[in-house]
């Protein structure tokens, strides 16, 4: 397998978690490059089922190695609780779990932060997952941050920790927020250091080493491209680079080294938190909440739902550069009579086929639809191209055809046997 990014080509939550795990059998290393533990991976084994945060899901698989790239943001005691559920579960991470020393840390003023902004923006909030995640990122992008490297010396961690709450503490006083005790995150967050450290290394030569040798990477992206802070329907977005650019400067590894870009889409489309959402369609939500399907594996709040948007999922295409596709959820629609598709936007009265800039336009646009017949027939147990129903490889083939991207696989179902090979 080439050097291969995979990236959520919605806005996230579009079943990444098992198209990496499938893919990982080919993978010699999986690296996480963006984000925190606001990502939820699920990945079903039979009838164990696993969620992961921060560490790549890649580590489910024994003997391959698993790294937490630079651009990764983590709280090292949530980090700590994850490996421990993972050892519960009997999974070692032992010479197989590296952790770039240059990935900033989320503290505890991180997450107070998150709440005071969004409480402040009142109507206007984001939806955040409320784990710190901007205020992390900003205080990297402000050259404030403090990195696991810095952890590593707890002298050093002392010092930046001491004056970062003080500095903190003062702001989240002044709009009458709970404060955080010095104390109390300095003593947790060295108690998680001492377990983290075996894992903590420059990633940089670990990375390039394993390339020399002709090994193969997976980039296991979180969150999706709609989420990113540059391509994404900003403000309503997290705060990192979701898109497969992230996968570079979040790893140290140059574009000309990225053989493949996979995205992962829903048949339809879901978003969780506030934000423009075209093709919404309370309807259809209420028939994936009633059926137990769409609930975030972070919060476990209901995602909201609506069709496929075609004019995204160009877009999608043309800031990622995928070579293919993989289709997630395609069983969710498997009792719908009329599948609807957007292929263009009304905007004031015009037809337009890209999306606009601004989420203020986008919240104005209407979707122009195509529909599609639905194939009313379960599929959860379809195992190749031709055993799917007739009008369920048309829509297929719409998806492809408008996208302009071949297909490589189709899911029906969360196991990862329930997955239909298409190249
Ligand atoms: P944050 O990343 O917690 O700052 O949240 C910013 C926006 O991204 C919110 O709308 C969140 O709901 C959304 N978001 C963050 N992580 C994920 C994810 O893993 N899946 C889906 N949405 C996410």
């Not at 104390?183 to 250091?193: H, V």
């Not at 670990?206 to 969150?223: R, T």
């Not at 879901?270 to 972070?298: I, K, N, S, W, Y």
């Not at 639905?374 to 048309?394: N, V």
Request: proline letters at 4%; hydrophobic letters at 35%; a positive charge.
């Amino acid at each position: 397998m080439p050097n291969t990014v995979l990236i959520g080509a919605q806005w996230g939550d579009e079943g990444k978690g098992k198209i990496v795990d499938v893919l990982t059998e080919e993978a010699d290393l999986v690296v996480r490059m963006q984000g925190g533990n606001n990502a939820g991976h699920t990945v079903w084994h039979g009838k164990k089922k696993y969620v992961l945060h921060l560490i790549p899901s890649g580590i489910l698989h024994r003997g391959k190695t698993c790294v937490i790239g630079n651009g990764v943001v983590l709280d090292p005691v949530h980090l700590v609780h994850e490996i421990d559920g993972l050892l519960k579960l009997k999974i070692g991470m032992g010479r197989r779990l590296f952790i770039s020393e240059n990935a900033h840390l989320v503290m505890p003023y991180h997450r107070e932060l998150d709440a005071l902004r969004e409480q402040s923006r009142g109507k206007k909030k984001i939806g955040t997952t409320k784990k710190g995640i901007g205020p992390t990122y900003m205080d990297k992008a402000s050259r404030q941050g403090v990195r696991l490297g810095d952890l590593m010396h707890p002298e050093r961690f002392a010092g930046l920790l001491k004056e970062r709450v003080r500095t903190n503490n003062a702001l989240l006083k002044a709009h009458g927020m709970k404060t955080v005790s010095f104390k109390k995150t300095l003593d947790a967050c060295l108690a998680a250091s001492k377990r983290l450290k075996p894992f903590v290394v420059n990633t940089l030569p670990l990375i390039h080493a394993a390339m020399a040798q002709g090994k193969n990477l997976l980039f296991e992206g979180a969150q999706g491209t709609f989420l990113d802070i540059d391509h994404g329907t900003y403000p309503y977005v997290t705060s990192s680079s979701t898109t497969s650019g992230g996968a570079c400067t979040g790893s140290g590894v140059p574009p000309n080294r990225v053989d493949r870009v996979v995205g992962v889409m829903k048949a339809y489309t879901t978003r969780v938190g506030e934000g423009p959402f075209p093709t919404e369609d309370d309807q259809l939500g209420e028939m994936f909440h009633g059926m137990g399907r769409e609930f975030g594996a972070t919060t476990g709040r209901a995602r909201r739902c609506g069709w496929l948007d075609g004019v995204m999922m160009r877009h999608a295409c043309m800031v990622n550069g995928f070579d293919d596709l993989s289709v997630t959820n395609l069983d969710g629609l498997d009792g719908v009579e009329q599948i609807k598709v957007c292929v263009a936007y009304r905007l004031r009265g015009k037809r337009i086929e890209t999306m606009p800039s601004s989420h203020l336009d986008l919240l104005e646009c209407q979707p122009v639809y195509e529909v599609f017949a639905g194939w009313k027939k379960d599929t959860s147990q379809c195992q190749t191209w031709a055993s799917l129903p007739p009008k369920a490889r048309q829509y297929l083939k719409a998806i492809s055809q408008m996208t302009q991207c071949a297909l490589s696989s189709v899911s029906v179902g969360p196991d990862r046997l329930q997955t239909i090979r298409l190249n």
